[in-house]
């Protein structure tokens, strides 16, 4: 007899204190970020298009569908494919190729101004609209919005456009890891 | 490489601060002498010789240069702390064994020094006390209160061979520490005026001969205080916390409950309160941390002397408060400047 | 004498390092050098750097503006000397990077001559209540604090209402450093005139001037001119414990507020100034003086330590000859508490460069190994900032930065009392230092990446608005077509009139043109009227990825070609990669020629729309560009199977497939524009000529590097430009060299043709130059 009122002790308490649960949850919902915004937070929004996909939105809805690897990143690096790794509780990937898309200095296209011939091209490839100039106009890109895509390289018919690294000044300098002899070098 | 500022630094190397630390330890360690004989100098190199031994052989398993690490000093007061706390009579092998726990396994296998979540040389005390019992209750009488004459020769002989002198049992210079005395006095529903009628507990003001020795690292300690090398916080809320709950219960029943004087001067407290507790690897750090950390190592060490099998404590409360250290610092972080309660930029609550 | 009524509020921690002050505090400011080259930085300030605006070779007077501020933030720079301006380049600054930063180098002509200078009127601009007049003069006169932190003067004297309390920070609390010292021992009555201006400026209610109670020279010349200056100041003389000096320890000793990071200390009614920066404000609305020079410490391992009012821009070699040489290897410019050893001692005095010291071995020993943590919390003890540094070194290391903001690693003021005191000779600052440049390079990365993300998105909502116009206005023209009404259909399309009509005819031609050759070219995008769907496709569509791939493709083969092995292997490589671009290429071109009508039809219609204001300007784009992109396109085409021909077989028999490639481009290209004028027509194909003159020349040139039979190659090229020249049936069949083909241009638009043949031709020369380089090293 004793066991039926502990049995219907316990539904009980297990009914009333999952109906107060379950009202927390809708009553205290708190709304997250969908997936796909947090995803596309951590791409470098070069908009490139080398993962595949038309830009860094459409490769974050394609990682948060699970229809691709989280791989497919150079200009994010290794560090980004590590921080989606972390967001998605997913195992660190390396690189696919092997390497190759390691991790590569921030760079800025530069048109060189005595060859340009103000065809345009490169203004309609380029995704984030970094280059300004009118037709047969001398084009420009704007360095500080530039993402270093390289996708206005192939339209350019006369190829005046180069990718340069850009160098660090006095103001993005960084302070370097302190480095530390307490180990011998094995 | 480039010199980086701050370019002049103050020179107070790791090693002066362990010499100091050492150096605390000697008119402890002179009283102790005086009370129970030369056998514990023998301990003392018995544990030293070992520490550094045990400390360089890790340190070249571990590819580290032996140098800089052996010559810190912090071994050292690791091994002589255990040292302290073993019986002055137990077998050489006991203090060996201690010690190799204490340097290989509590401080390297964690990662060496700094490293160490728990404090080695009491990792290495729980150990023994743990794993053989009863050779760590072999404490042997104050040599005032032996009927036979024990010469340092015969102490060194027999914490090496084992042998005592022809017609002398270990029995009849074996005697419990006053803690022990206590313990077993209680439980044998003995009334506490009654068990401090007994010889041991004969010692001037002080409630034992080993009071006298806790008085001696009292004066180190303050030593310590007074040279910077240790912070108040620690020491004070450990004897205050262990003053302040055996002074009540002492209130409350003076027949079975010591008295605070008692507690502070028997076994490890003053030890602990100054050259254990205070470790800073394994304690907390922010200022209020401290005064918790204290505080409940002293809560638990009168609670295991009181209600616990074990006649002392400290060791015990020690490893248990180390747990937490890390747990204590991140809730009691302090305002930084300009952030205190009720200044202008107090808004940023922290996690 | 130095007693102070005052109560004094300690702050936290702080270390006492050895002062070593009487180094160089015994004899009076000497007046510095005249260098003979001056290296003057545009950055004097945080902020931008200061724009130049003198050029090589311009005769400047002393006190002349070389700079002007950029931006609010920044500061004027002058010329500290009379001179000509030898160079404006980048070259190595004062800071610890060592990095090249814009310069100015002037050379001195020993005479020193001031230009004219006009005082300005402050008191009559005060009285107007023009504090802005003021404050935009002081920026014009670069003044900046000259503690150390460069922070633009003016901005500090903006006060909407009155100030509490004014402190002037004479504290000088670095050890060795004394120029602050100097400067009011001798200087005391200007000093105090400045802190009348500034007290005036900002209103304030009380004057209080923090100095530590080692320097009671200092502090007697200083009471001893605030007797006469008829405003109420107390000079407080503080306890010598670093770092007193920071604003923010010595506005907590002096008032009692703390100021926590990220809040400036005019909102708890407090502002403060360096002693020199006071001087600095004086000397400019009194004496109309820019700051051009500035008091600077020597001291160290000199030969004859003391204080020197230098001028801005005198390189440190100069300055440490005046102070009778030093044999040190090592200079720490500012103090020994925070300030870096410099790179080099050619660089030039900046306004923050207070102290110069030379690394004599005795007192500067080799640092002790760092030992790990104890933990022992003596740092935390001696923060002035009640940080916890030992766990911020922790979160540092482990490059946990979330973390270490969290234990307000952002309130450190670097002061390096942590590090001083650290048993375990760690370099505690070094870490924090690290930190915070990764957070803050974190920072600008998460921004830039916020700014190309709306700009992508905006783009792509640009691009779905013109394609969903275009769309509207094709179904307009296309539903009434059957009916076979135009004047209907430009009336329903809501068109104004008869020349929309003409050049939606044209785009229509143009539009059928594209499909036509994308059949052709066997491309299976979807022809452009069905793309305008209105809906961001998540999959690349096949024309994109052909685009993406591309570009790929390119820089890969650009960078195979760079590190190719033999001739022979790139060759051989090259060509096969090539012909793949090759192909590509075509199709983009056909597919362009589309694209580019539609964007002409688009932009047309954005220029109704008045938010379209991020739109590249492409409403110039007509049929005559559209030719000339197509004769581009055509061009780099043949340009590139030139090359490849010319790289791959050096046989004779490359020209003849060179002869083919371009003629099915460009042919393709005259097909696609029968619309055309013959004006057009007839331009369109001399350009196309130059082109492939340009290209031939190109190729020749390769081919003159890669292959022995150059010369043959070389004049079956100028065939090739013949051929292509008579097909176009405008150029004289002699049209063997650019300079043959101009004439023929001429008659058209020589200009314009010309400047495009200029440009194939300057990247044809730079790319064979590259070749022939890159051949050079691998033979």
């Avoid at chain 2, 500022?5 to 103050?10: A, D, T, Y």
């Avoid at chain 2, 726990?101 to 401080?107: D, N, Q, S, Y």
């Avoid at chain 3, 509020?9 to 080259?37: C, T, Y």
Wanted: glycine share 8%; charged share 20%; net charge neutral.
């Amino acid at each position: 007899m004793s066991f039926l009122l502990a049995l219907a002790v316990m539904a009980i308490l297990a009914l009333v204190l999952g109906a107060i649960l379950g009202f927390a949850a809708i009553k205290y919902k708190v709304d997250e970020d969908p997936l796909v915004d947090k995803i596309d937070a951590i791409l470098p929004q070069t908009q490139c298009g080398q993962c595949g996909f038309p830009g860094c939105k459409p490769y974050a809805t394609a990682i948060a569908n699970e229809e691709a690897e989280i791989n497919k990143c150079p200009p994010g690096g290794e560090d980004g494919i590590r921080k989606l790794a972390d967001l998605l509780g997913k195992d660190f990937v390396p690189f696919d190729d092997g390497g190759a898309s390691a991790e590569k200095a921030r760079s800025v296209a530069i048109i060189r101004e005595d060859t340009c011939i103000g065809c345009t091209l490169c203004i309609q490839a380029c995704p984030v609209d970094a280059i300004v100039g009118a037709a047969k106009h001398l084009h420009t890109v704007i360095e500080s919005e530039c993402t270093g895509c390289e996708l206005c390289i192939a339209p350019c018919p006369v190829d005046c456009i180069d990718i340069v690294p850009v160098g660090e000044n006095v103001n993005t300098w960084k302070w370097r890891y302190p480095i530390i002899q307490l180990k011998k070098v094995a | 490489m480039m010199r980086t500022s701050p370019h002049v630094v103050k020179p107070t190397p790791l090693q002066l601060v362990m010499l100091k630390v050492a150096g605390a330890l000697l008119p402890g360690i002179a009283v102790y002498v005086y009370v129970f004989g030369a056998g514990i100098v023998l301990q003392l190199l018995l544990a030293t010789v070992t520490a550094l031994l045990t400390e360089a052989a890790c340190l070249k398993l571990r590819n580290y240069p032996v140098k800089p690490f052996i010559t810190d000093g912090s071994a050292v007061v690791t091994a002589w702390l255990l040292a302290l706390s073993l019986p002055p009579l137990s077998s050489w092998w006991m203090i060996v064994l201690a010690t190799v726990i204490a340097i290989g396994l509590a401080k390297h296998l964690y990662g060496g020094l700094g490293q160490n979540p728990f404090n080695p040389a009491m990792v290495g005390f729980a150990v023994m006390i743990v794993s053989f019992p009863a050779q760590m209750g072999r404490w042997n009488a104050p040599l005032s209160l032996l009927s036979h004459e024990l010469t340092s020769w015969q102490q060194f002989g027999y914490i090496l061979t084992g042998q005592l002198p022809q017609g002398l049992a270990f029995d009849t210079l074996a005697s419990a520490t006053p803690l022990d005395a206590v313990k077993t006095g209680l439980t044998q529903q003995h009334a506490l005026p009654d068990i401090l009628q007994g010889a041991i507990f004969q010692a001037g003001w002080l409630p034992s001969e080993m009071g006298w020795i806790a008085a001696a690292y009292l004066l180190g300690g303050l030593f310590l205080l007074q040279q910077r090398v240790i912070q108040w916080h620690k020491p004070v809320a450990f004897l205050a916390a262990l003053l302040a709950f055996s002074g009540l219960f002492h209130l409350i029943d003076p027949a079975r409950y010591a008295s605070p004087l008692f507690h502070a001067f028997s076994g490890a407290a003053i030890l602990g309160a100054f050259f254990i507790i205070t470790d800073p690897v394994s304690a907390p750090t922010t200022p209020l941390g401290r005064l918790i950390y204290g505080a409940l190592i002293g809560l638990l060490t009168w609670l295991i002397r009181t209600y616990g099998g074990y006649p002392d404590g400290v060791a015990f409360a020690v490893l248990i408060m180390n747990i937490a250290a890390p747990f204590i610092d991140q809730y009691t972080q302090p305002a930084v400047f300009g952030r205190k309660r009720g200044s202008v930029g107090a808004k940023g609550g922290k996690a | 004498m130095l007693e102070t009524t005052r109560e004094i509020f300690p702050f936290h921690g702080g270390v006492h390092p050895p002062e070593m002050k009487d180094l160089s505090n015994r004899s009076p400011i000497a007046r510095g050098p005249l260098p003979a080259q001056l290296v003057i930085p545009l950055q004097q300030s945080i902020g931008n750097p200061a724009k130049c605006v003198v050029n090589v070779g311009d005769i400047v007077g002393k006190g002349q503006l070389i700079a002007a501020p950029d931006g609010n933030l920044s500061v004027a720079v002058h010329a500290p000397t009379s001179g000509r301006i030898v160079a404006i380049d980048a070259r190595q600054v004062a800071h610890p990077s060592g990095l090249a930063e814009w310069c100015v180098t002037l050379e001195s002509d020993g005479r020193d001559e001031w230009i004219a200078r006009d005082k300005f009127d402050w008191r009559g601009a005060l009285e107007r209540g023009d504090g802005k007049a003021i404050r935009d003069y002081l920026q014009l006169m670069g003044v900046v604090g000259q503690g150390g932190a460069v922070f633009p003067s003016h901005l500090k004297l903006g006060g909407r209402e009155a100030l509490q309390t004014l402190i002037i920070n004479g504290a000088e609390c670095e050890p060795y450093i004394t120029c602050d010292d100097r400067l009011m021992r001798e200087r005391a009555i200007e000093i105090v005139a400045g802190i009348g201006i500034v007290r005036k400026m900002l209103n304030a209610r009380e004057v209080l001037i923090g100095v530590e109670d080692n320097k009671p020279e200092a502090v007697h010349a200083l009471r001893e001119a605030l007797a006469h200056c008829g405003f109420a100041a107390e000079v407080v003389v503080v306890p010598t414990l670093y770092p007193s000096g920071g604003a923010k320890q010595l506005i907590k000793l002096l008032t009692n507020k703390e100021v926590p990071s990220g809040v400036r200390s005019t909102d708890l009614g407090v502002q403060c100034f360096n002693i020199a920066t006071i001087y600095s404000i004086y000397a400019a609305l009194e004496q109309a003086e820019p700051v051009i020079s500035r008091i600077v410490t020597l001291t160290g391992g000199v030969a004859k330590p003391g204080n020197v009012d230098a001028l801005i821009g005198t390189p440190i070699d100069d300055l440490l000859a005046f102070a009778g040489g030093s044999s040190a290897r090592e200079y720490i410019y500012g103090g020994p508490m925070m300030g870096f050893t410099l790179p080099s001692t050619a660089v030039g005095l900046t306004k923050a460069g207070n102290c110069v010291i030379a690394m004599d071995a005795a007192s500067f020993p080799p640092k002790a190994p760092e030992m790990p943590c104890i933990r022992c919390g003596e740092c935390a003890v001696a923060c002035p900032q009640e940080l916890q540094p030992m766990d911020l070194y922790w979160f540092s290391r482990s490059k946990n930065f979330g973390k270490a903001q969290e234990w307000n690693l952002f309130d450190c003021i670097e002061c390096g009392a942590c590090a001083y005191v650290c048993p375990s000779s760690i370099q505690l600052v070094d870490y924090y230092r690290f930190a915070k440049s990764e957070i803050w390079e974190a920072e600008r990365a998460k921004k830039s990446a916020d700014t190309a993300r709306q700009r992508h998105e905006f783009k792509q909502f640009r691009e779905e608005r013109e394609k969903a116009e275009k769309a509207a206005r094709l179904a307009a023209k296309a539903a009434p077509k059957p009916a076979e009404t135009a004047a209907a259909a430009s009336a329903d399309a809501g068109a104004p009139a008869a020349d929309a009509d003409d050049k939606a005819a044209k785009i229509k031609a143009a539009m059928a043109r594209a499909a036509a050759k994308k059949a052709e070219a066997g491309d299976l995008a979807a022809p452009p009227t069905q793309v305008g769907n209105g809906k961001v496709p998540h999959v690349l569509s096949d024309e994109q990825a052909a685009k993406i791939r591309a570009s790929m493709e390119k820089r890969a083969a650009e960078k195979a070609a760079q590190e190719a092995l033999s001739p022979e292997e790139r060759a051989a490589r090259d060509a096969e990669r090539a012909a793949k671009i090759e192909a590509a290429k075509a199709a983009a071109a056909a597919k362009k020629a589309g694209a580019d009508t539609l964007v002409e039809h688009a932009s047309a219609s954005s220029e109704q729309d008045a938010s379209a204001a991020d739109t590249p300007a492409k409403s110039a784009l007509d049929e005559e560009k559209a030719a000339k992109i197509r004769a581009a396109m055509a061009a780099a085409a043949a340009k590139k199977a030139a090359k490849e021909a010319g790289a791959a077989s050096p046989a004779a028999a490359a020209p003849d497939k060179d002869a083919v490639a371009p003629s099915p481009a460009a042919s393709t290209a005259t097909e696609a524009a029968p619309a055309k004028a013959a004006l057009d027509d007839e331009k369109a194909a001399k350009i196309r000529a130059a082109m492939a003159a340009a290209a031939a020349r190109k190729a020749a040139k390769e081919g003159g590097e890669v292959a022995p039979v150059a010369e043959p190659a070389a004049a079956s090229m100028t065939e090739v430009v013949a051929e292509v020249a008579a097909a176009a049936g405008t150029a004289p069949a002699a049209a063997s060299t650019p300079e043959a083909v101009a004439p023929a241009a001429a008659g058209i638009d020589p200009d314009k043709a010309a400047k495009i043949r200029a440009a194939m031709a300057a990247a044809a020369a730079k790319k064979a130059a590259k070749q022939a380089a890159q051949d050079e090293g691998q033979a």
